[in-house]
């Protein structure tokens, strides 16, 4: 018998380092090279905009849906940054959340209350109707997926979150720094806080150190360490060279693309400093930390956002966990994520991503001229993250394919446009109606890159959709039941 590698192989080296490794063919159970590949696992993703589709008082409900119905659809300025990954992209319109005042005042199963911000977080992330406060009904579709098929990877699913802070002085998250829920051992329904810090999710993901538990004074020990030691790559280099004779040359290849990228993401994750406030961490000044914006009072104006108050760099902390997710699924280190790119009610400072002197949540308010032309814009920006990693799954060879090919990513947004109870107005941000997302990935037979109408159906449909195309068996998620046919292929 030929030499073989557990799929659960590491790289080892001096102190303890330890380097996953991405799936190669020596892992095949019984195989020689050249035979089938191994059936890669299934990978299942919740990406996260907290905005709705359209500005308050502008007719036009979005400029995100396209004209076209079906194949080869035209591209909006909000979904422009797909380009010609639009192959890979479905987009699904026509979806809406039902509320209270149109079933007797009463919130009806997989519906919201009528006031607005984060009422949807329940029936779009859980399916369930909202409950008091702001919180979950039931657990989230990724905390789900992972009862499912996590298996027995280290980390059953990565919980993260772009946006560092709230960034208003005046008032507090409450609930809206959150999208994953799960049941714990009581039966209870509990927030599962994201990780927020790109070097700590680096350091649990590849560098087998969990900073849970550490006083400020080992913190900062811990960081000198971290900013003095050499590569974990150049730790693992003895392994690394017993390894390669080993390999074949397909191997060699995924192995060096493997290397390359650590090499690159640990000396990017060494110049960007953790942020220092967050729901999940101790709260601390944000003056003292030059990379965590200062929070901006109640009413920005032009001169608070050119300062960069409200801003820590999203930018590169967007590309920075796009890079960890994709590389903790090569290395099957996790099959589940979401990443929540902007809270509920976001007021992250918009002028360094797009240019405009407002913040996320104001884009819909009229923080700028242009309605919901400007309001795209911001879109537009969590678009080009969601294409950038659908872009490394598809780049990423797998066995007869590529990583995309089994995997089900959904992009969604917090609200649509259209009728709002509360304020009793129509062509309102703060509104459940004319909602859309988009489904990439090909698992399960999924059929990408069409325009779906699906009329008066609920974001969670979709969500069944993507659920059940990386192998859980459901037709039903909270009280929401069935998915949408047309997005599986005939």
């Known amino acids: 018998m030929g030499t073989r590698l557990s799929r659960r192989h590491l790289l080892r080296g001096l102190g303890g380092a330890a380097v996953s490794l991405p799936l190669l063919e ?6 020689a090279f050249g035979q089938a ?20 008082g502008d007719p036009l409900d979005d400029d995100f849906v396209p004209n076209t119905v079906g194949r080869n659809y035209d591209l909006k300025s909000a979904i422009a940054p797909l380009g010609a990954l639009k192959s890979e992209v479905s987009v699904i319109s026509g979806l809406k959340i039902p509320w209270a005042a149109e079933n007797g005042g009463a919130i009806p199963a997989g519906g919201r209350r009528d006031g607005f911000h984060v009422s949807t977080l329940s029936p779009l992330l859980a399916g369930v109707r909202s409950p008091s406060g702001t919180t979950s009904g039931g657990p989230t579709s990724d905390q789900l997926v992972a009862n499912a098929i996590a298996g027995s990877t280290a980390f059953p699913a990565l919980t993260y979150r772009v946006q560092a802070d709230w960034y208003l002085s005046v008032s507090a998250a409450y609930g809206r720094d959150m999208i994953s829920y799960k049941t714990d051992s009581s039966g209870r329904v509990v927030a599962v806080p994201p990780q927020t810090s790109p070097r700590q999710a680096w350091q649990a993901l590849f560098s087998n150190f969990t900073p849970s538990g550490l006083d400020d004074a080992a913190r900062r020990k ?9 590569s974990v790559l150049d730790l693992v280099r003895g392994d690394t060279e017993r390894l390669v004779p080993k390999l074949g040359t397909m191997d060699r290849q995924r192995l060096q693309r493997h290397l390359d990228e650590l090499r690159d993401l640990e000396r990017r994750v060494a110049t960007i400093a953790p942020p220092q406030t967050s729901a999940c961490m101790r ?11 200062t929070p901006q009072g109640n009413n920005g104006t032009d001169n608070t956002y050119a300062q960069n108050l409200g801003y820590s760099d999203e930018e590169a902390r967007a590309n920075l966990f796009v890079d960890l997710i994709h590389l903790a699924m090569v290395c099957d280190l996790t099959r589940v994520a979401s990443l929540q790119m902007t809270m509920f009610q976001s007021h992250l400072n918009m002028y ?3 240019g405009q002197a407002t913040d996320c949540h104001e884009l819909g308010h009229g923080g700028v001229p242009g309605g919901t032309l400007a309001l795209s814009k911001g879109i537009a920006w969590h678009v ?9 799954f598809k780049d990423t060879p797998e066995g007869n394919g590529t990583m995309l090919d089994h995997s089900a990513m959904l992009f969604l947004l917090e609200g649509g446009h259209g009728w709002d109870p509360e304020g ?21 037979g999924l059929s990408p890159g069409q325009h779906v109408v699906a009329a008066g159906k609920h974001p969670a449909n979709v969500i069944v959709t993507a659920m059940k195309a990386v192998g859980v068996s459901t037709d039903q998620l909270g009280e929401v039941s069935g998915d949408i046919p047309a997005l599986r292929g005939a």
């Not at 811990?222 to 050499?230: I, K, V």
């Not at 009793?424 to 399960?444: F, I, K």
Request: glycine letters at 8%.
């Open 26 to 31: 020596i892992m095949l159970d019984g195989k």
């Open 37 to 56: 590949a191994p059936v890669p696992p299934k990978r299942y993703l919740v990406f996260f905009d907290g905005q709705s589709m359209g500005a308050d």
């Open 222 to 230: 811990l960081d000198l360490e971290l900013r003095s030691r050499r």
């Open 283 to 293: 709260p601390a000044d944000p003056g003292a930390d030059p990379a965590v914006g």
């Open 352 to 354: 360094a991503l797009t």
């Open 384 to 392: 080009k993250h969601f294409t950038r990693l659908v872009q490394k």
């Open 424 to 444: 009793v107005r129509d062509d309102s941000s703060h509104s459940t109606e004319n909602m859309a997302c988009l489904l990439a990935g090909r698992a399960g």
